[in-house]
């Protein structure tokens, strides 16, 4: 997924936070904790997302009664490296007991504070085709504290209809809905030519946090926080890493007796 944040003030957009910037885990793009001790100490992009995977991972050994967990186990579990995970949760002063580990439950409440989810963040989604219906529809996200309350379309035929247990609004009344229900987050599920506009009306009824499926670059005003979702991206990343991993293979087959290796050109 991609940080993305323009600027949207008549003249030229602000310049989009760089896609490599998270995924390389720079340091110098750092998001701010927004709870607790530590709400001043910048933590990079990429181990914001990490947290995010602990705390899915916690939240699974808690219901299952875990009381304690080692980093060995929690590192493993969450597919990331021991060190790694050692570092990223010094970033919220958690340093566990040596012997004993981390205990389930305090780190599960300090991760939910850091990533600011003792609070519900109510979601709108907008675009009931097949993304939206399959969105609105999943029931894993109320449980995490992200209750979807409104849905929006421009099609007749669907204003009115429950999805998911939610009457599907029309695109006009996107500000007055958002603003009544307290939407924070608005899910952008439409096609790419009707993205921006949503994007403003959504804005319009005070919505900060957007998440855009559109393959649309977005422009929203300094305060909005934008994440676009790729699918196409993450596959080419994979993509990516098979033909590395295959120029490696090849590589290693043309290693010759004195152990130096070809030059594989691609
Ligand atoms: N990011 C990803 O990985 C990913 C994956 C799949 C689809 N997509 C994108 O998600 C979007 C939706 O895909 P889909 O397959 O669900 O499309 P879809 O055609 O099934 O659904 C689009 C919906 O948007 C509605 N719509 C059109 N204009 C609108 C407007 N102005 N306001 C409100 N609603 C409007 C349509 O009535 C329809 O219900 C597309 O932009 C697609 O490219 C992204």
Redesign the pocket.
Known sequence: MVAQRGRRNGSAPAPRRAPEAETAGAAEVASTASAGAHSARAIPEAAVARLAVYLRVLSAMAEQGATTVSSEELSTAAGVNSAKLRKDLSYIGSYGTRGVGYEVQVLVGQLERILGLTRQHKVAV?????????LANYGGFPGRGFPVEAL????PD?IGVPVGGVPVSH?DDIPTVCAERGISIGV????????Q??CDRLVAGGVQSIL?????VLQVPEHVEVR???????LQILSFHVARRAADEAGSAGTTADGTKDVVVS
């Open positions: 907008v675009g009931i085709g097949n993304l939206g219906h399959a929006f379309d421009i099609d669907l695109l952008i599920a439409t096609p790419p030519t009707a993205a506009s949503v855009n499926f559109a393959p649309v676009k979702v790729d699918l196409a991206v993450e």
